[in-house]
């Protein structure tokens, strides 16, 4: 079979700007400055644009960008505003510390952010006239506040706030942990404590604040209701709700000593955003994975609608059969708005409050991230393509136009031609994936190929910018990303296809697309590389010890015994809920860790990486592998970042990798010498 092919070119791009899109698609004017290749240096350029927030009158958009902060060695954020027609932009923030979580006051005087600027204890809450001035902070709650929402009168704020720590000193002394909990870690906060966050009320007036909800619970996502007399929130609040990861919509008054009402009843994960329908009377809400596909829960989704007084619920995008978040109620009060996820796009829909459809919007850019729509059905949104990384852009009835440059650098990078590439595996499977070919790369031209399965597995890899795959591409690589069984975007059952069973149909479904690339002359089947993060580095481990034809291979954040993982990561409900107890089913659980106990037949070298406060998929994984390949003297390396957590955070961390994952691919695919 063929493969099939849409390009991202010159001539795509070309279509676009004579919408006046203005995106970074340079011609090939004799005029035009040369485009250089992307280095590892160029990571500390790319800035992330979030948030967007259109104001209630619809002429401003504030939203946040975060840079690299090359001295201090971290992320910063600051907030910003851009007029809805593009023509002004104003930085509101400059202080060396996040600002997160901008949210406009219902007369668009006001914003209301979060950050832990001047010493605050944790994130606190900060007002800021849109008038300009300086920010005042006016909470300073002890737990710190981690989610804010304005009450549509704008007297008042729903808070999360955390508990406070009550051992807490200048001069903390360690105690003894003690664990009683069934699901008792997770990764970036360690072993889990009986501290946690509940809803409070911040009067504007009085500047106090009171406590709404109380537990041994965490309660997020607080949305008001219309008249500000009540706050739908999420909770786990039901008997042993941990062992089944269920969540529910509740309500409750918004004074002190008010109990909540539970709304939902369905036994598995039902999440926010939450928003309430303009008249009152239902609460929209996704619906998300019941218990047993609770490892899959990025795959599912489905726009619901709650009674606000309890009744049974609604669910709005079943056939759809693609996930769908946002869920927030547009202005107009007969739709919802949220994003589809759909094969290796995302795109914004209004679905129909009234249960009869849904209505895609168009837009030129092929995967929106996040939205905020005004009064007049517009919507802000940050979008992306191959060739652009995140931007901030409008969407109307005019259709869609760019609000920001931040990434205006790019501009000067020559990247990759991104493909989209269609195979079957041996069993009938179609997989559908994304070939990356370097530029300037000959026609026809057989490349040597690096392989980068993505996480998850419940992720997918999209028609977006990646700027990990575009620096493999500027060394003259071709780099592939296949969407494997286990990917959303291709409906449930695409999703939960490797249920209990891993490593054994994503193998067949890359080894496919592989064959394939090599039958079609497009890989050098003498260079084939591959390596991933998390479910990627999973996925790693297994194809190289089942396919020899790979010389290189770079495996973050892997596990191949997944023995090793019981009780030590923080996936104990999908163990059991999914694989069942190790000492009752051994045998699936020696399926699942083919990979390590099949380490001999691994010829391919293998630099293993991790954080080593991963709590999510723990160094453990790597070291393990990395010393089975030593024992065997097949080359390897184990590199383990200090204090780094599931997704590496620190920059000069993140550059470390990819100029590792560079030079390990350099050793081995190196064209033979002749």
Known sequence: MSIAMRLWTTATRAAWAAVALSLCVAGTSAQAPARRALTVADLNRVRAINDPQRSPDGQWVAYTVSRVDTVKDRSDSDLWMTTWDGATTVRLTYSDENESAPRWSPDGKRLAFLSSRQGAKGSQVWLLERAGGE????????????????????????????????????TPKPKPIVVDRYAFKRDGQGYLDKLHGHVWVFDLATRKAQQITTGDVDDESPAWSPDGTRLAFISAREKDAERTENTDVYVVEAKAGATPARLTTFEGADEGPLSWSPDGKYVAYRQAHEPKHTGYGGGFGTVALVPATGGPATLLTQKLDRLVSGSRWSPAGATIAGIVTDDQRQYLVRVRA????????????????????????????????????????????????????VNAWIDSIALSTATVVTSRSDDGNEVHGILRRPAGAAPGARLPMIVRPHGGPAGQDALQFDFEKELLAAQGWAVLAPNYRGSNGRGGAYTVAIAGD???????????????????????????????????????????????????????????????????????????????????NVDKWMKVSNAFF???????????????????????????????????GIDTELIVYPGEPHGIRRPSFQRDRLERYVAWYRKYLAPPVP
């Open 598 to 632: 099949h380490a001999d037949r691994i010829k391919t070298p293998t630099l293993f990486l991790g954080g080593s406060s991963d709590w999510n998929v723990p160094v453990l994984g790597g070291e393990q592998m990395y010393q089975a390949l030593k024992s065997l």
């Open 502 to 584: 891993w490593c054994d149909k994503e193998v067949r479904d890359i080894r496919g697309m592989v064959d394939q690339l090599i039958k079609d002359g497009v890989a050098d089947e003498s260079r084939l590389g591959v390596g991933g993060w998390s479910y990627g580095g999973i996925l790693t481990d297994c194809l190289i010890a089942a396919d020899p034809r790979f010389k290189a291979a770079t495996s973050g954040a892997g596990v191949s015994n997944v023995f090793g993982m019981y009780g030590h990561d923080q996936y104990i409900v999908q163990y059991d809920l999914e694989l069942g107890q190790p000492w009752k």
């Open 354 to 405: 009234d249960g009869s459809g849904w209505d895609r919007i168009a837009s030129t850019m092929p995967v929106v991230t996040a939205f905020s729509e005004g009064a007049d059905g517009g919507f802000a949104v940050i979008a992306t393509s191959p060739t652009q990384p995140a931007e901030l852009y409008a969407v109307d009835a005019q259709g869609t136009r760019r609000l920001t440059h």
């Open 135 to 170: 920010a005042e902070k006016i909470t300073d709650l002890k737990g710190g506040v981690s989610s804010v929402a304005w009450s549509p009168d704008g007297t008042r704020l729903a808070l999360v706030v955390n508990d406070p720590d009550p051992d807490s000193s200048a």
